[in-house]
């Protein structure tokens, strides 16, 4: 039986990144369309945790590896120890989140593999030998379906397009290994984390981003997402610009997020932006002129001044509290 294996990523903090859930989640779903088995692959420091809470995630079984090496992510270490199990198991698939590190690690994986492959995939169709890929072009104004030809396929994930693995299935086996680690020319030097209260931009549930229309002023924005215990986002231009920092950015060359609620204030819509959160499940739009293009994927729009409007938005919802 063929194998499909995805690759479960820890964070710096040593907990499990929640796109992997969602890569899970498709790594279920493909291998049930190709008649394939659902294998994990963790390497970390101490992976004992991380696959206890990875057992009833639907995989027959989950590799781990523990070494000093993987206690931080480089990918000179863990590309060929993905590689090697790959080859080792004869897997047909392997895939992980369309995260930084995901898109990272399985380009060299891909290469090592001599495999063809799709990225940011948002859809697995077809059965069998005849299993194709949907993946976004041009901003996701096209959706191009993709068939890979070479015997093992390599795929990153666009997790924000699958639910995350439920966690209700059998207790997958565990099973360790012992890799042979090459030698890296880089080394891991430091991990400066930016510290907030709010959740993460990826993760959050509620999105409240702004754009050009704040002239650079976030308060009224950051009010609104402390109020609804939101994540601040934010358009290219405002990164840009200078004004926020560029881990809030919100799109096509930033975050791709989809939030159940979504609040786009003094936002114009550029299709760069929109390909980052059009996905999301309702979206809110604010601005001053009726014919921006972000009004077109809102769910509701307001046509106002963003500095009058989020005052008032707050002060209702603290109302209903």
């Known amino acids: 039986m063929s194998i499909v294996l995805i690759v479960a990523e820890q964070q710096p903090d040593g907990n499990l990144r929640k796109a992997s859930l969602n890569a899970i989640a498709a790594g279920k779903q493909l291998a049930d369309k190709a008649g394939a088995e659902l294998h994990l692959v963790l390497l970390s420091k101490d992976p004992s945790k991380l696959a206890e809470e990875l057992k009833g995630s639907g995989a027959k079984a989950i590799h781990t590896a523990a070494a000093p090496e993987f206690e931080h992510y480089l990918a000179e270490v863990y590309a060929p120890v993905v590689a090697g199990l790959a080859q080792e198991l004869k897997a047909t698939f392997v895939g992980a989140a369309s995260t930084a590190q995901g898109k990272d690690l399985l380009p060299r994986v891909a290469a090592r593999l001599k495999a063809a492959m799709a990225t940011d995939i948002t859809a697995i169709n077809g059965s069998g030998a005849d299993i194709t890929f949907t993946r976004p072009m041009w901003a996701g104004n096209v959706f191009a379906e993709v068939k890979l030809s070479t015997p093992v396929q390599v795929i990153s994930i666009r997790a924000t397009e699958f639910s995350p693995a439920a966690g209700a299935g059998a207790s997958a086996e565990v099973k360790s290994f012992q890799p042979k680690l090459e030698a890296a020319k880089t080394k891991f030097v430091s991990f400066n984390e930016v510290k907030s209260a709010r959740p993460e931009l990826t993760e959050a549930s509620v999105v409240v981003s702004g754009g050009r229309g704040t002239k650079g002023d976030f308060k009224e924005v950051e009010a609104l997402a402390d109020l609804l215990g939101a994540a601040v986002g934010a358009s290219r231009a405002v990164c840009d610009a200078g004004w926020v920092p560029n881990d809030l950015q919100v799109g096509q060359t930033g975050k791709v997020v ?22 999301s499940k309702t979206i809110v739009a604010i601005n001053k002129d009726p014919e921006a293009p972000i009004f077109q994927v809102a769910d509701y729009g307001l046509v106002d001044d963003l500095f009058k409007v989020l005052p008032a938005l707050r002060e209702g919802i603290q109302k209903l509290k």
Do not use: F, N, T
Not at 259 to 279: D, E, N, T, W
């Open 258 to 279: 989809a939030p159940k609620l979504y609040i786009a204030a003094g936002i114009s819509g550029a299709i760069q932006h929109l390909a980052g959160m059009k996905s």
